[in-house]
């Protein structure tokens, strides 16, 4: 039996670079999910590490993230969720560790990817008319994509930059083999 009582229970991560749509398939999966009668939670773990300052030497406040997760998690898991599908990063072999332990339950993890020319559009469309934060975040996209392909941390790859956003989930159900 799992951690919260519930051994059935798994968790997906959607991982990718900024502005590939991890967020939007996340929400996506949770959709499908629930039209097939599969109790789920889905959690978006940007939201979930948002706070300021973060400690010195932890930049995105993963350790918060982590704490966190802990607590929405175990909730979801005891009101008897059997998949958690989260949004967010993980850039490191030890952090995947370390959230599979914060989620108790199995972790895939699904790296999304997208073409470069389709990340910018994206990202100018979600931060039109603030230029300091498009900057940061086309800088961002690259150099996370490229931190991405070099830690290998992902159990599968869908490409987003084409198709509904319906298909992709449904694309990220099957390869997780969750229906």
């Avoid at 009668?37 to 993230?65: H, T």
């Avoid at 994509?145 to 941390?153: F, G, K, Y």
Wanted: glycine share 10%; with cysteine.
């Amino acid at each position: 039996m799992g951690v919260h009582g519930n051994g059935d229970a798994s968790g997906l991560l959607i991982n990718g670079t900024v502005g590939v749509g991890k967020t939007t398939a996340a929400e996506a999966v949770g959709d499908l999910l629930a039209e097939a009668g599969v109790s789920y939670a889905v959690l978006d773990l940007d939201s979930l590490r948002q706070s300021w300052p973060a400690p010195p030497g932890d930049r995105f406040n993963f350790g918060m993230l982590l704490r966190n997760v802990r607590s929405v998690a175990a909730n979801y898991l005891d009101a008897g969720a059997t998949r958690l599908v989260l949004a967010g990063v993980i850039e490191q072999p030890d952090e995947r560790r370390r959230l599979a332990e914060a989620v108790g339950a199995g972790l895939t993890v699904c790296r999304l990817r997208a073409d470069h020319a389709v990340l910018r559009e994206r990202l100018t469309r979600r931060h039109d008319g603030e230029p300091e934060v498009l900057r940061w975040h086309l800088d961002r996209c690259g150099e996370l994509d490229a931190v991405l392909d070099r830690s290998a941390v992902d159990d599968f790859t869908v490409d987003t930059t084409m198709g509904s956003v319906t298909d992709i989930a449904a694309s990220v159900i099957k390869r997780a083999g969750w229906l």
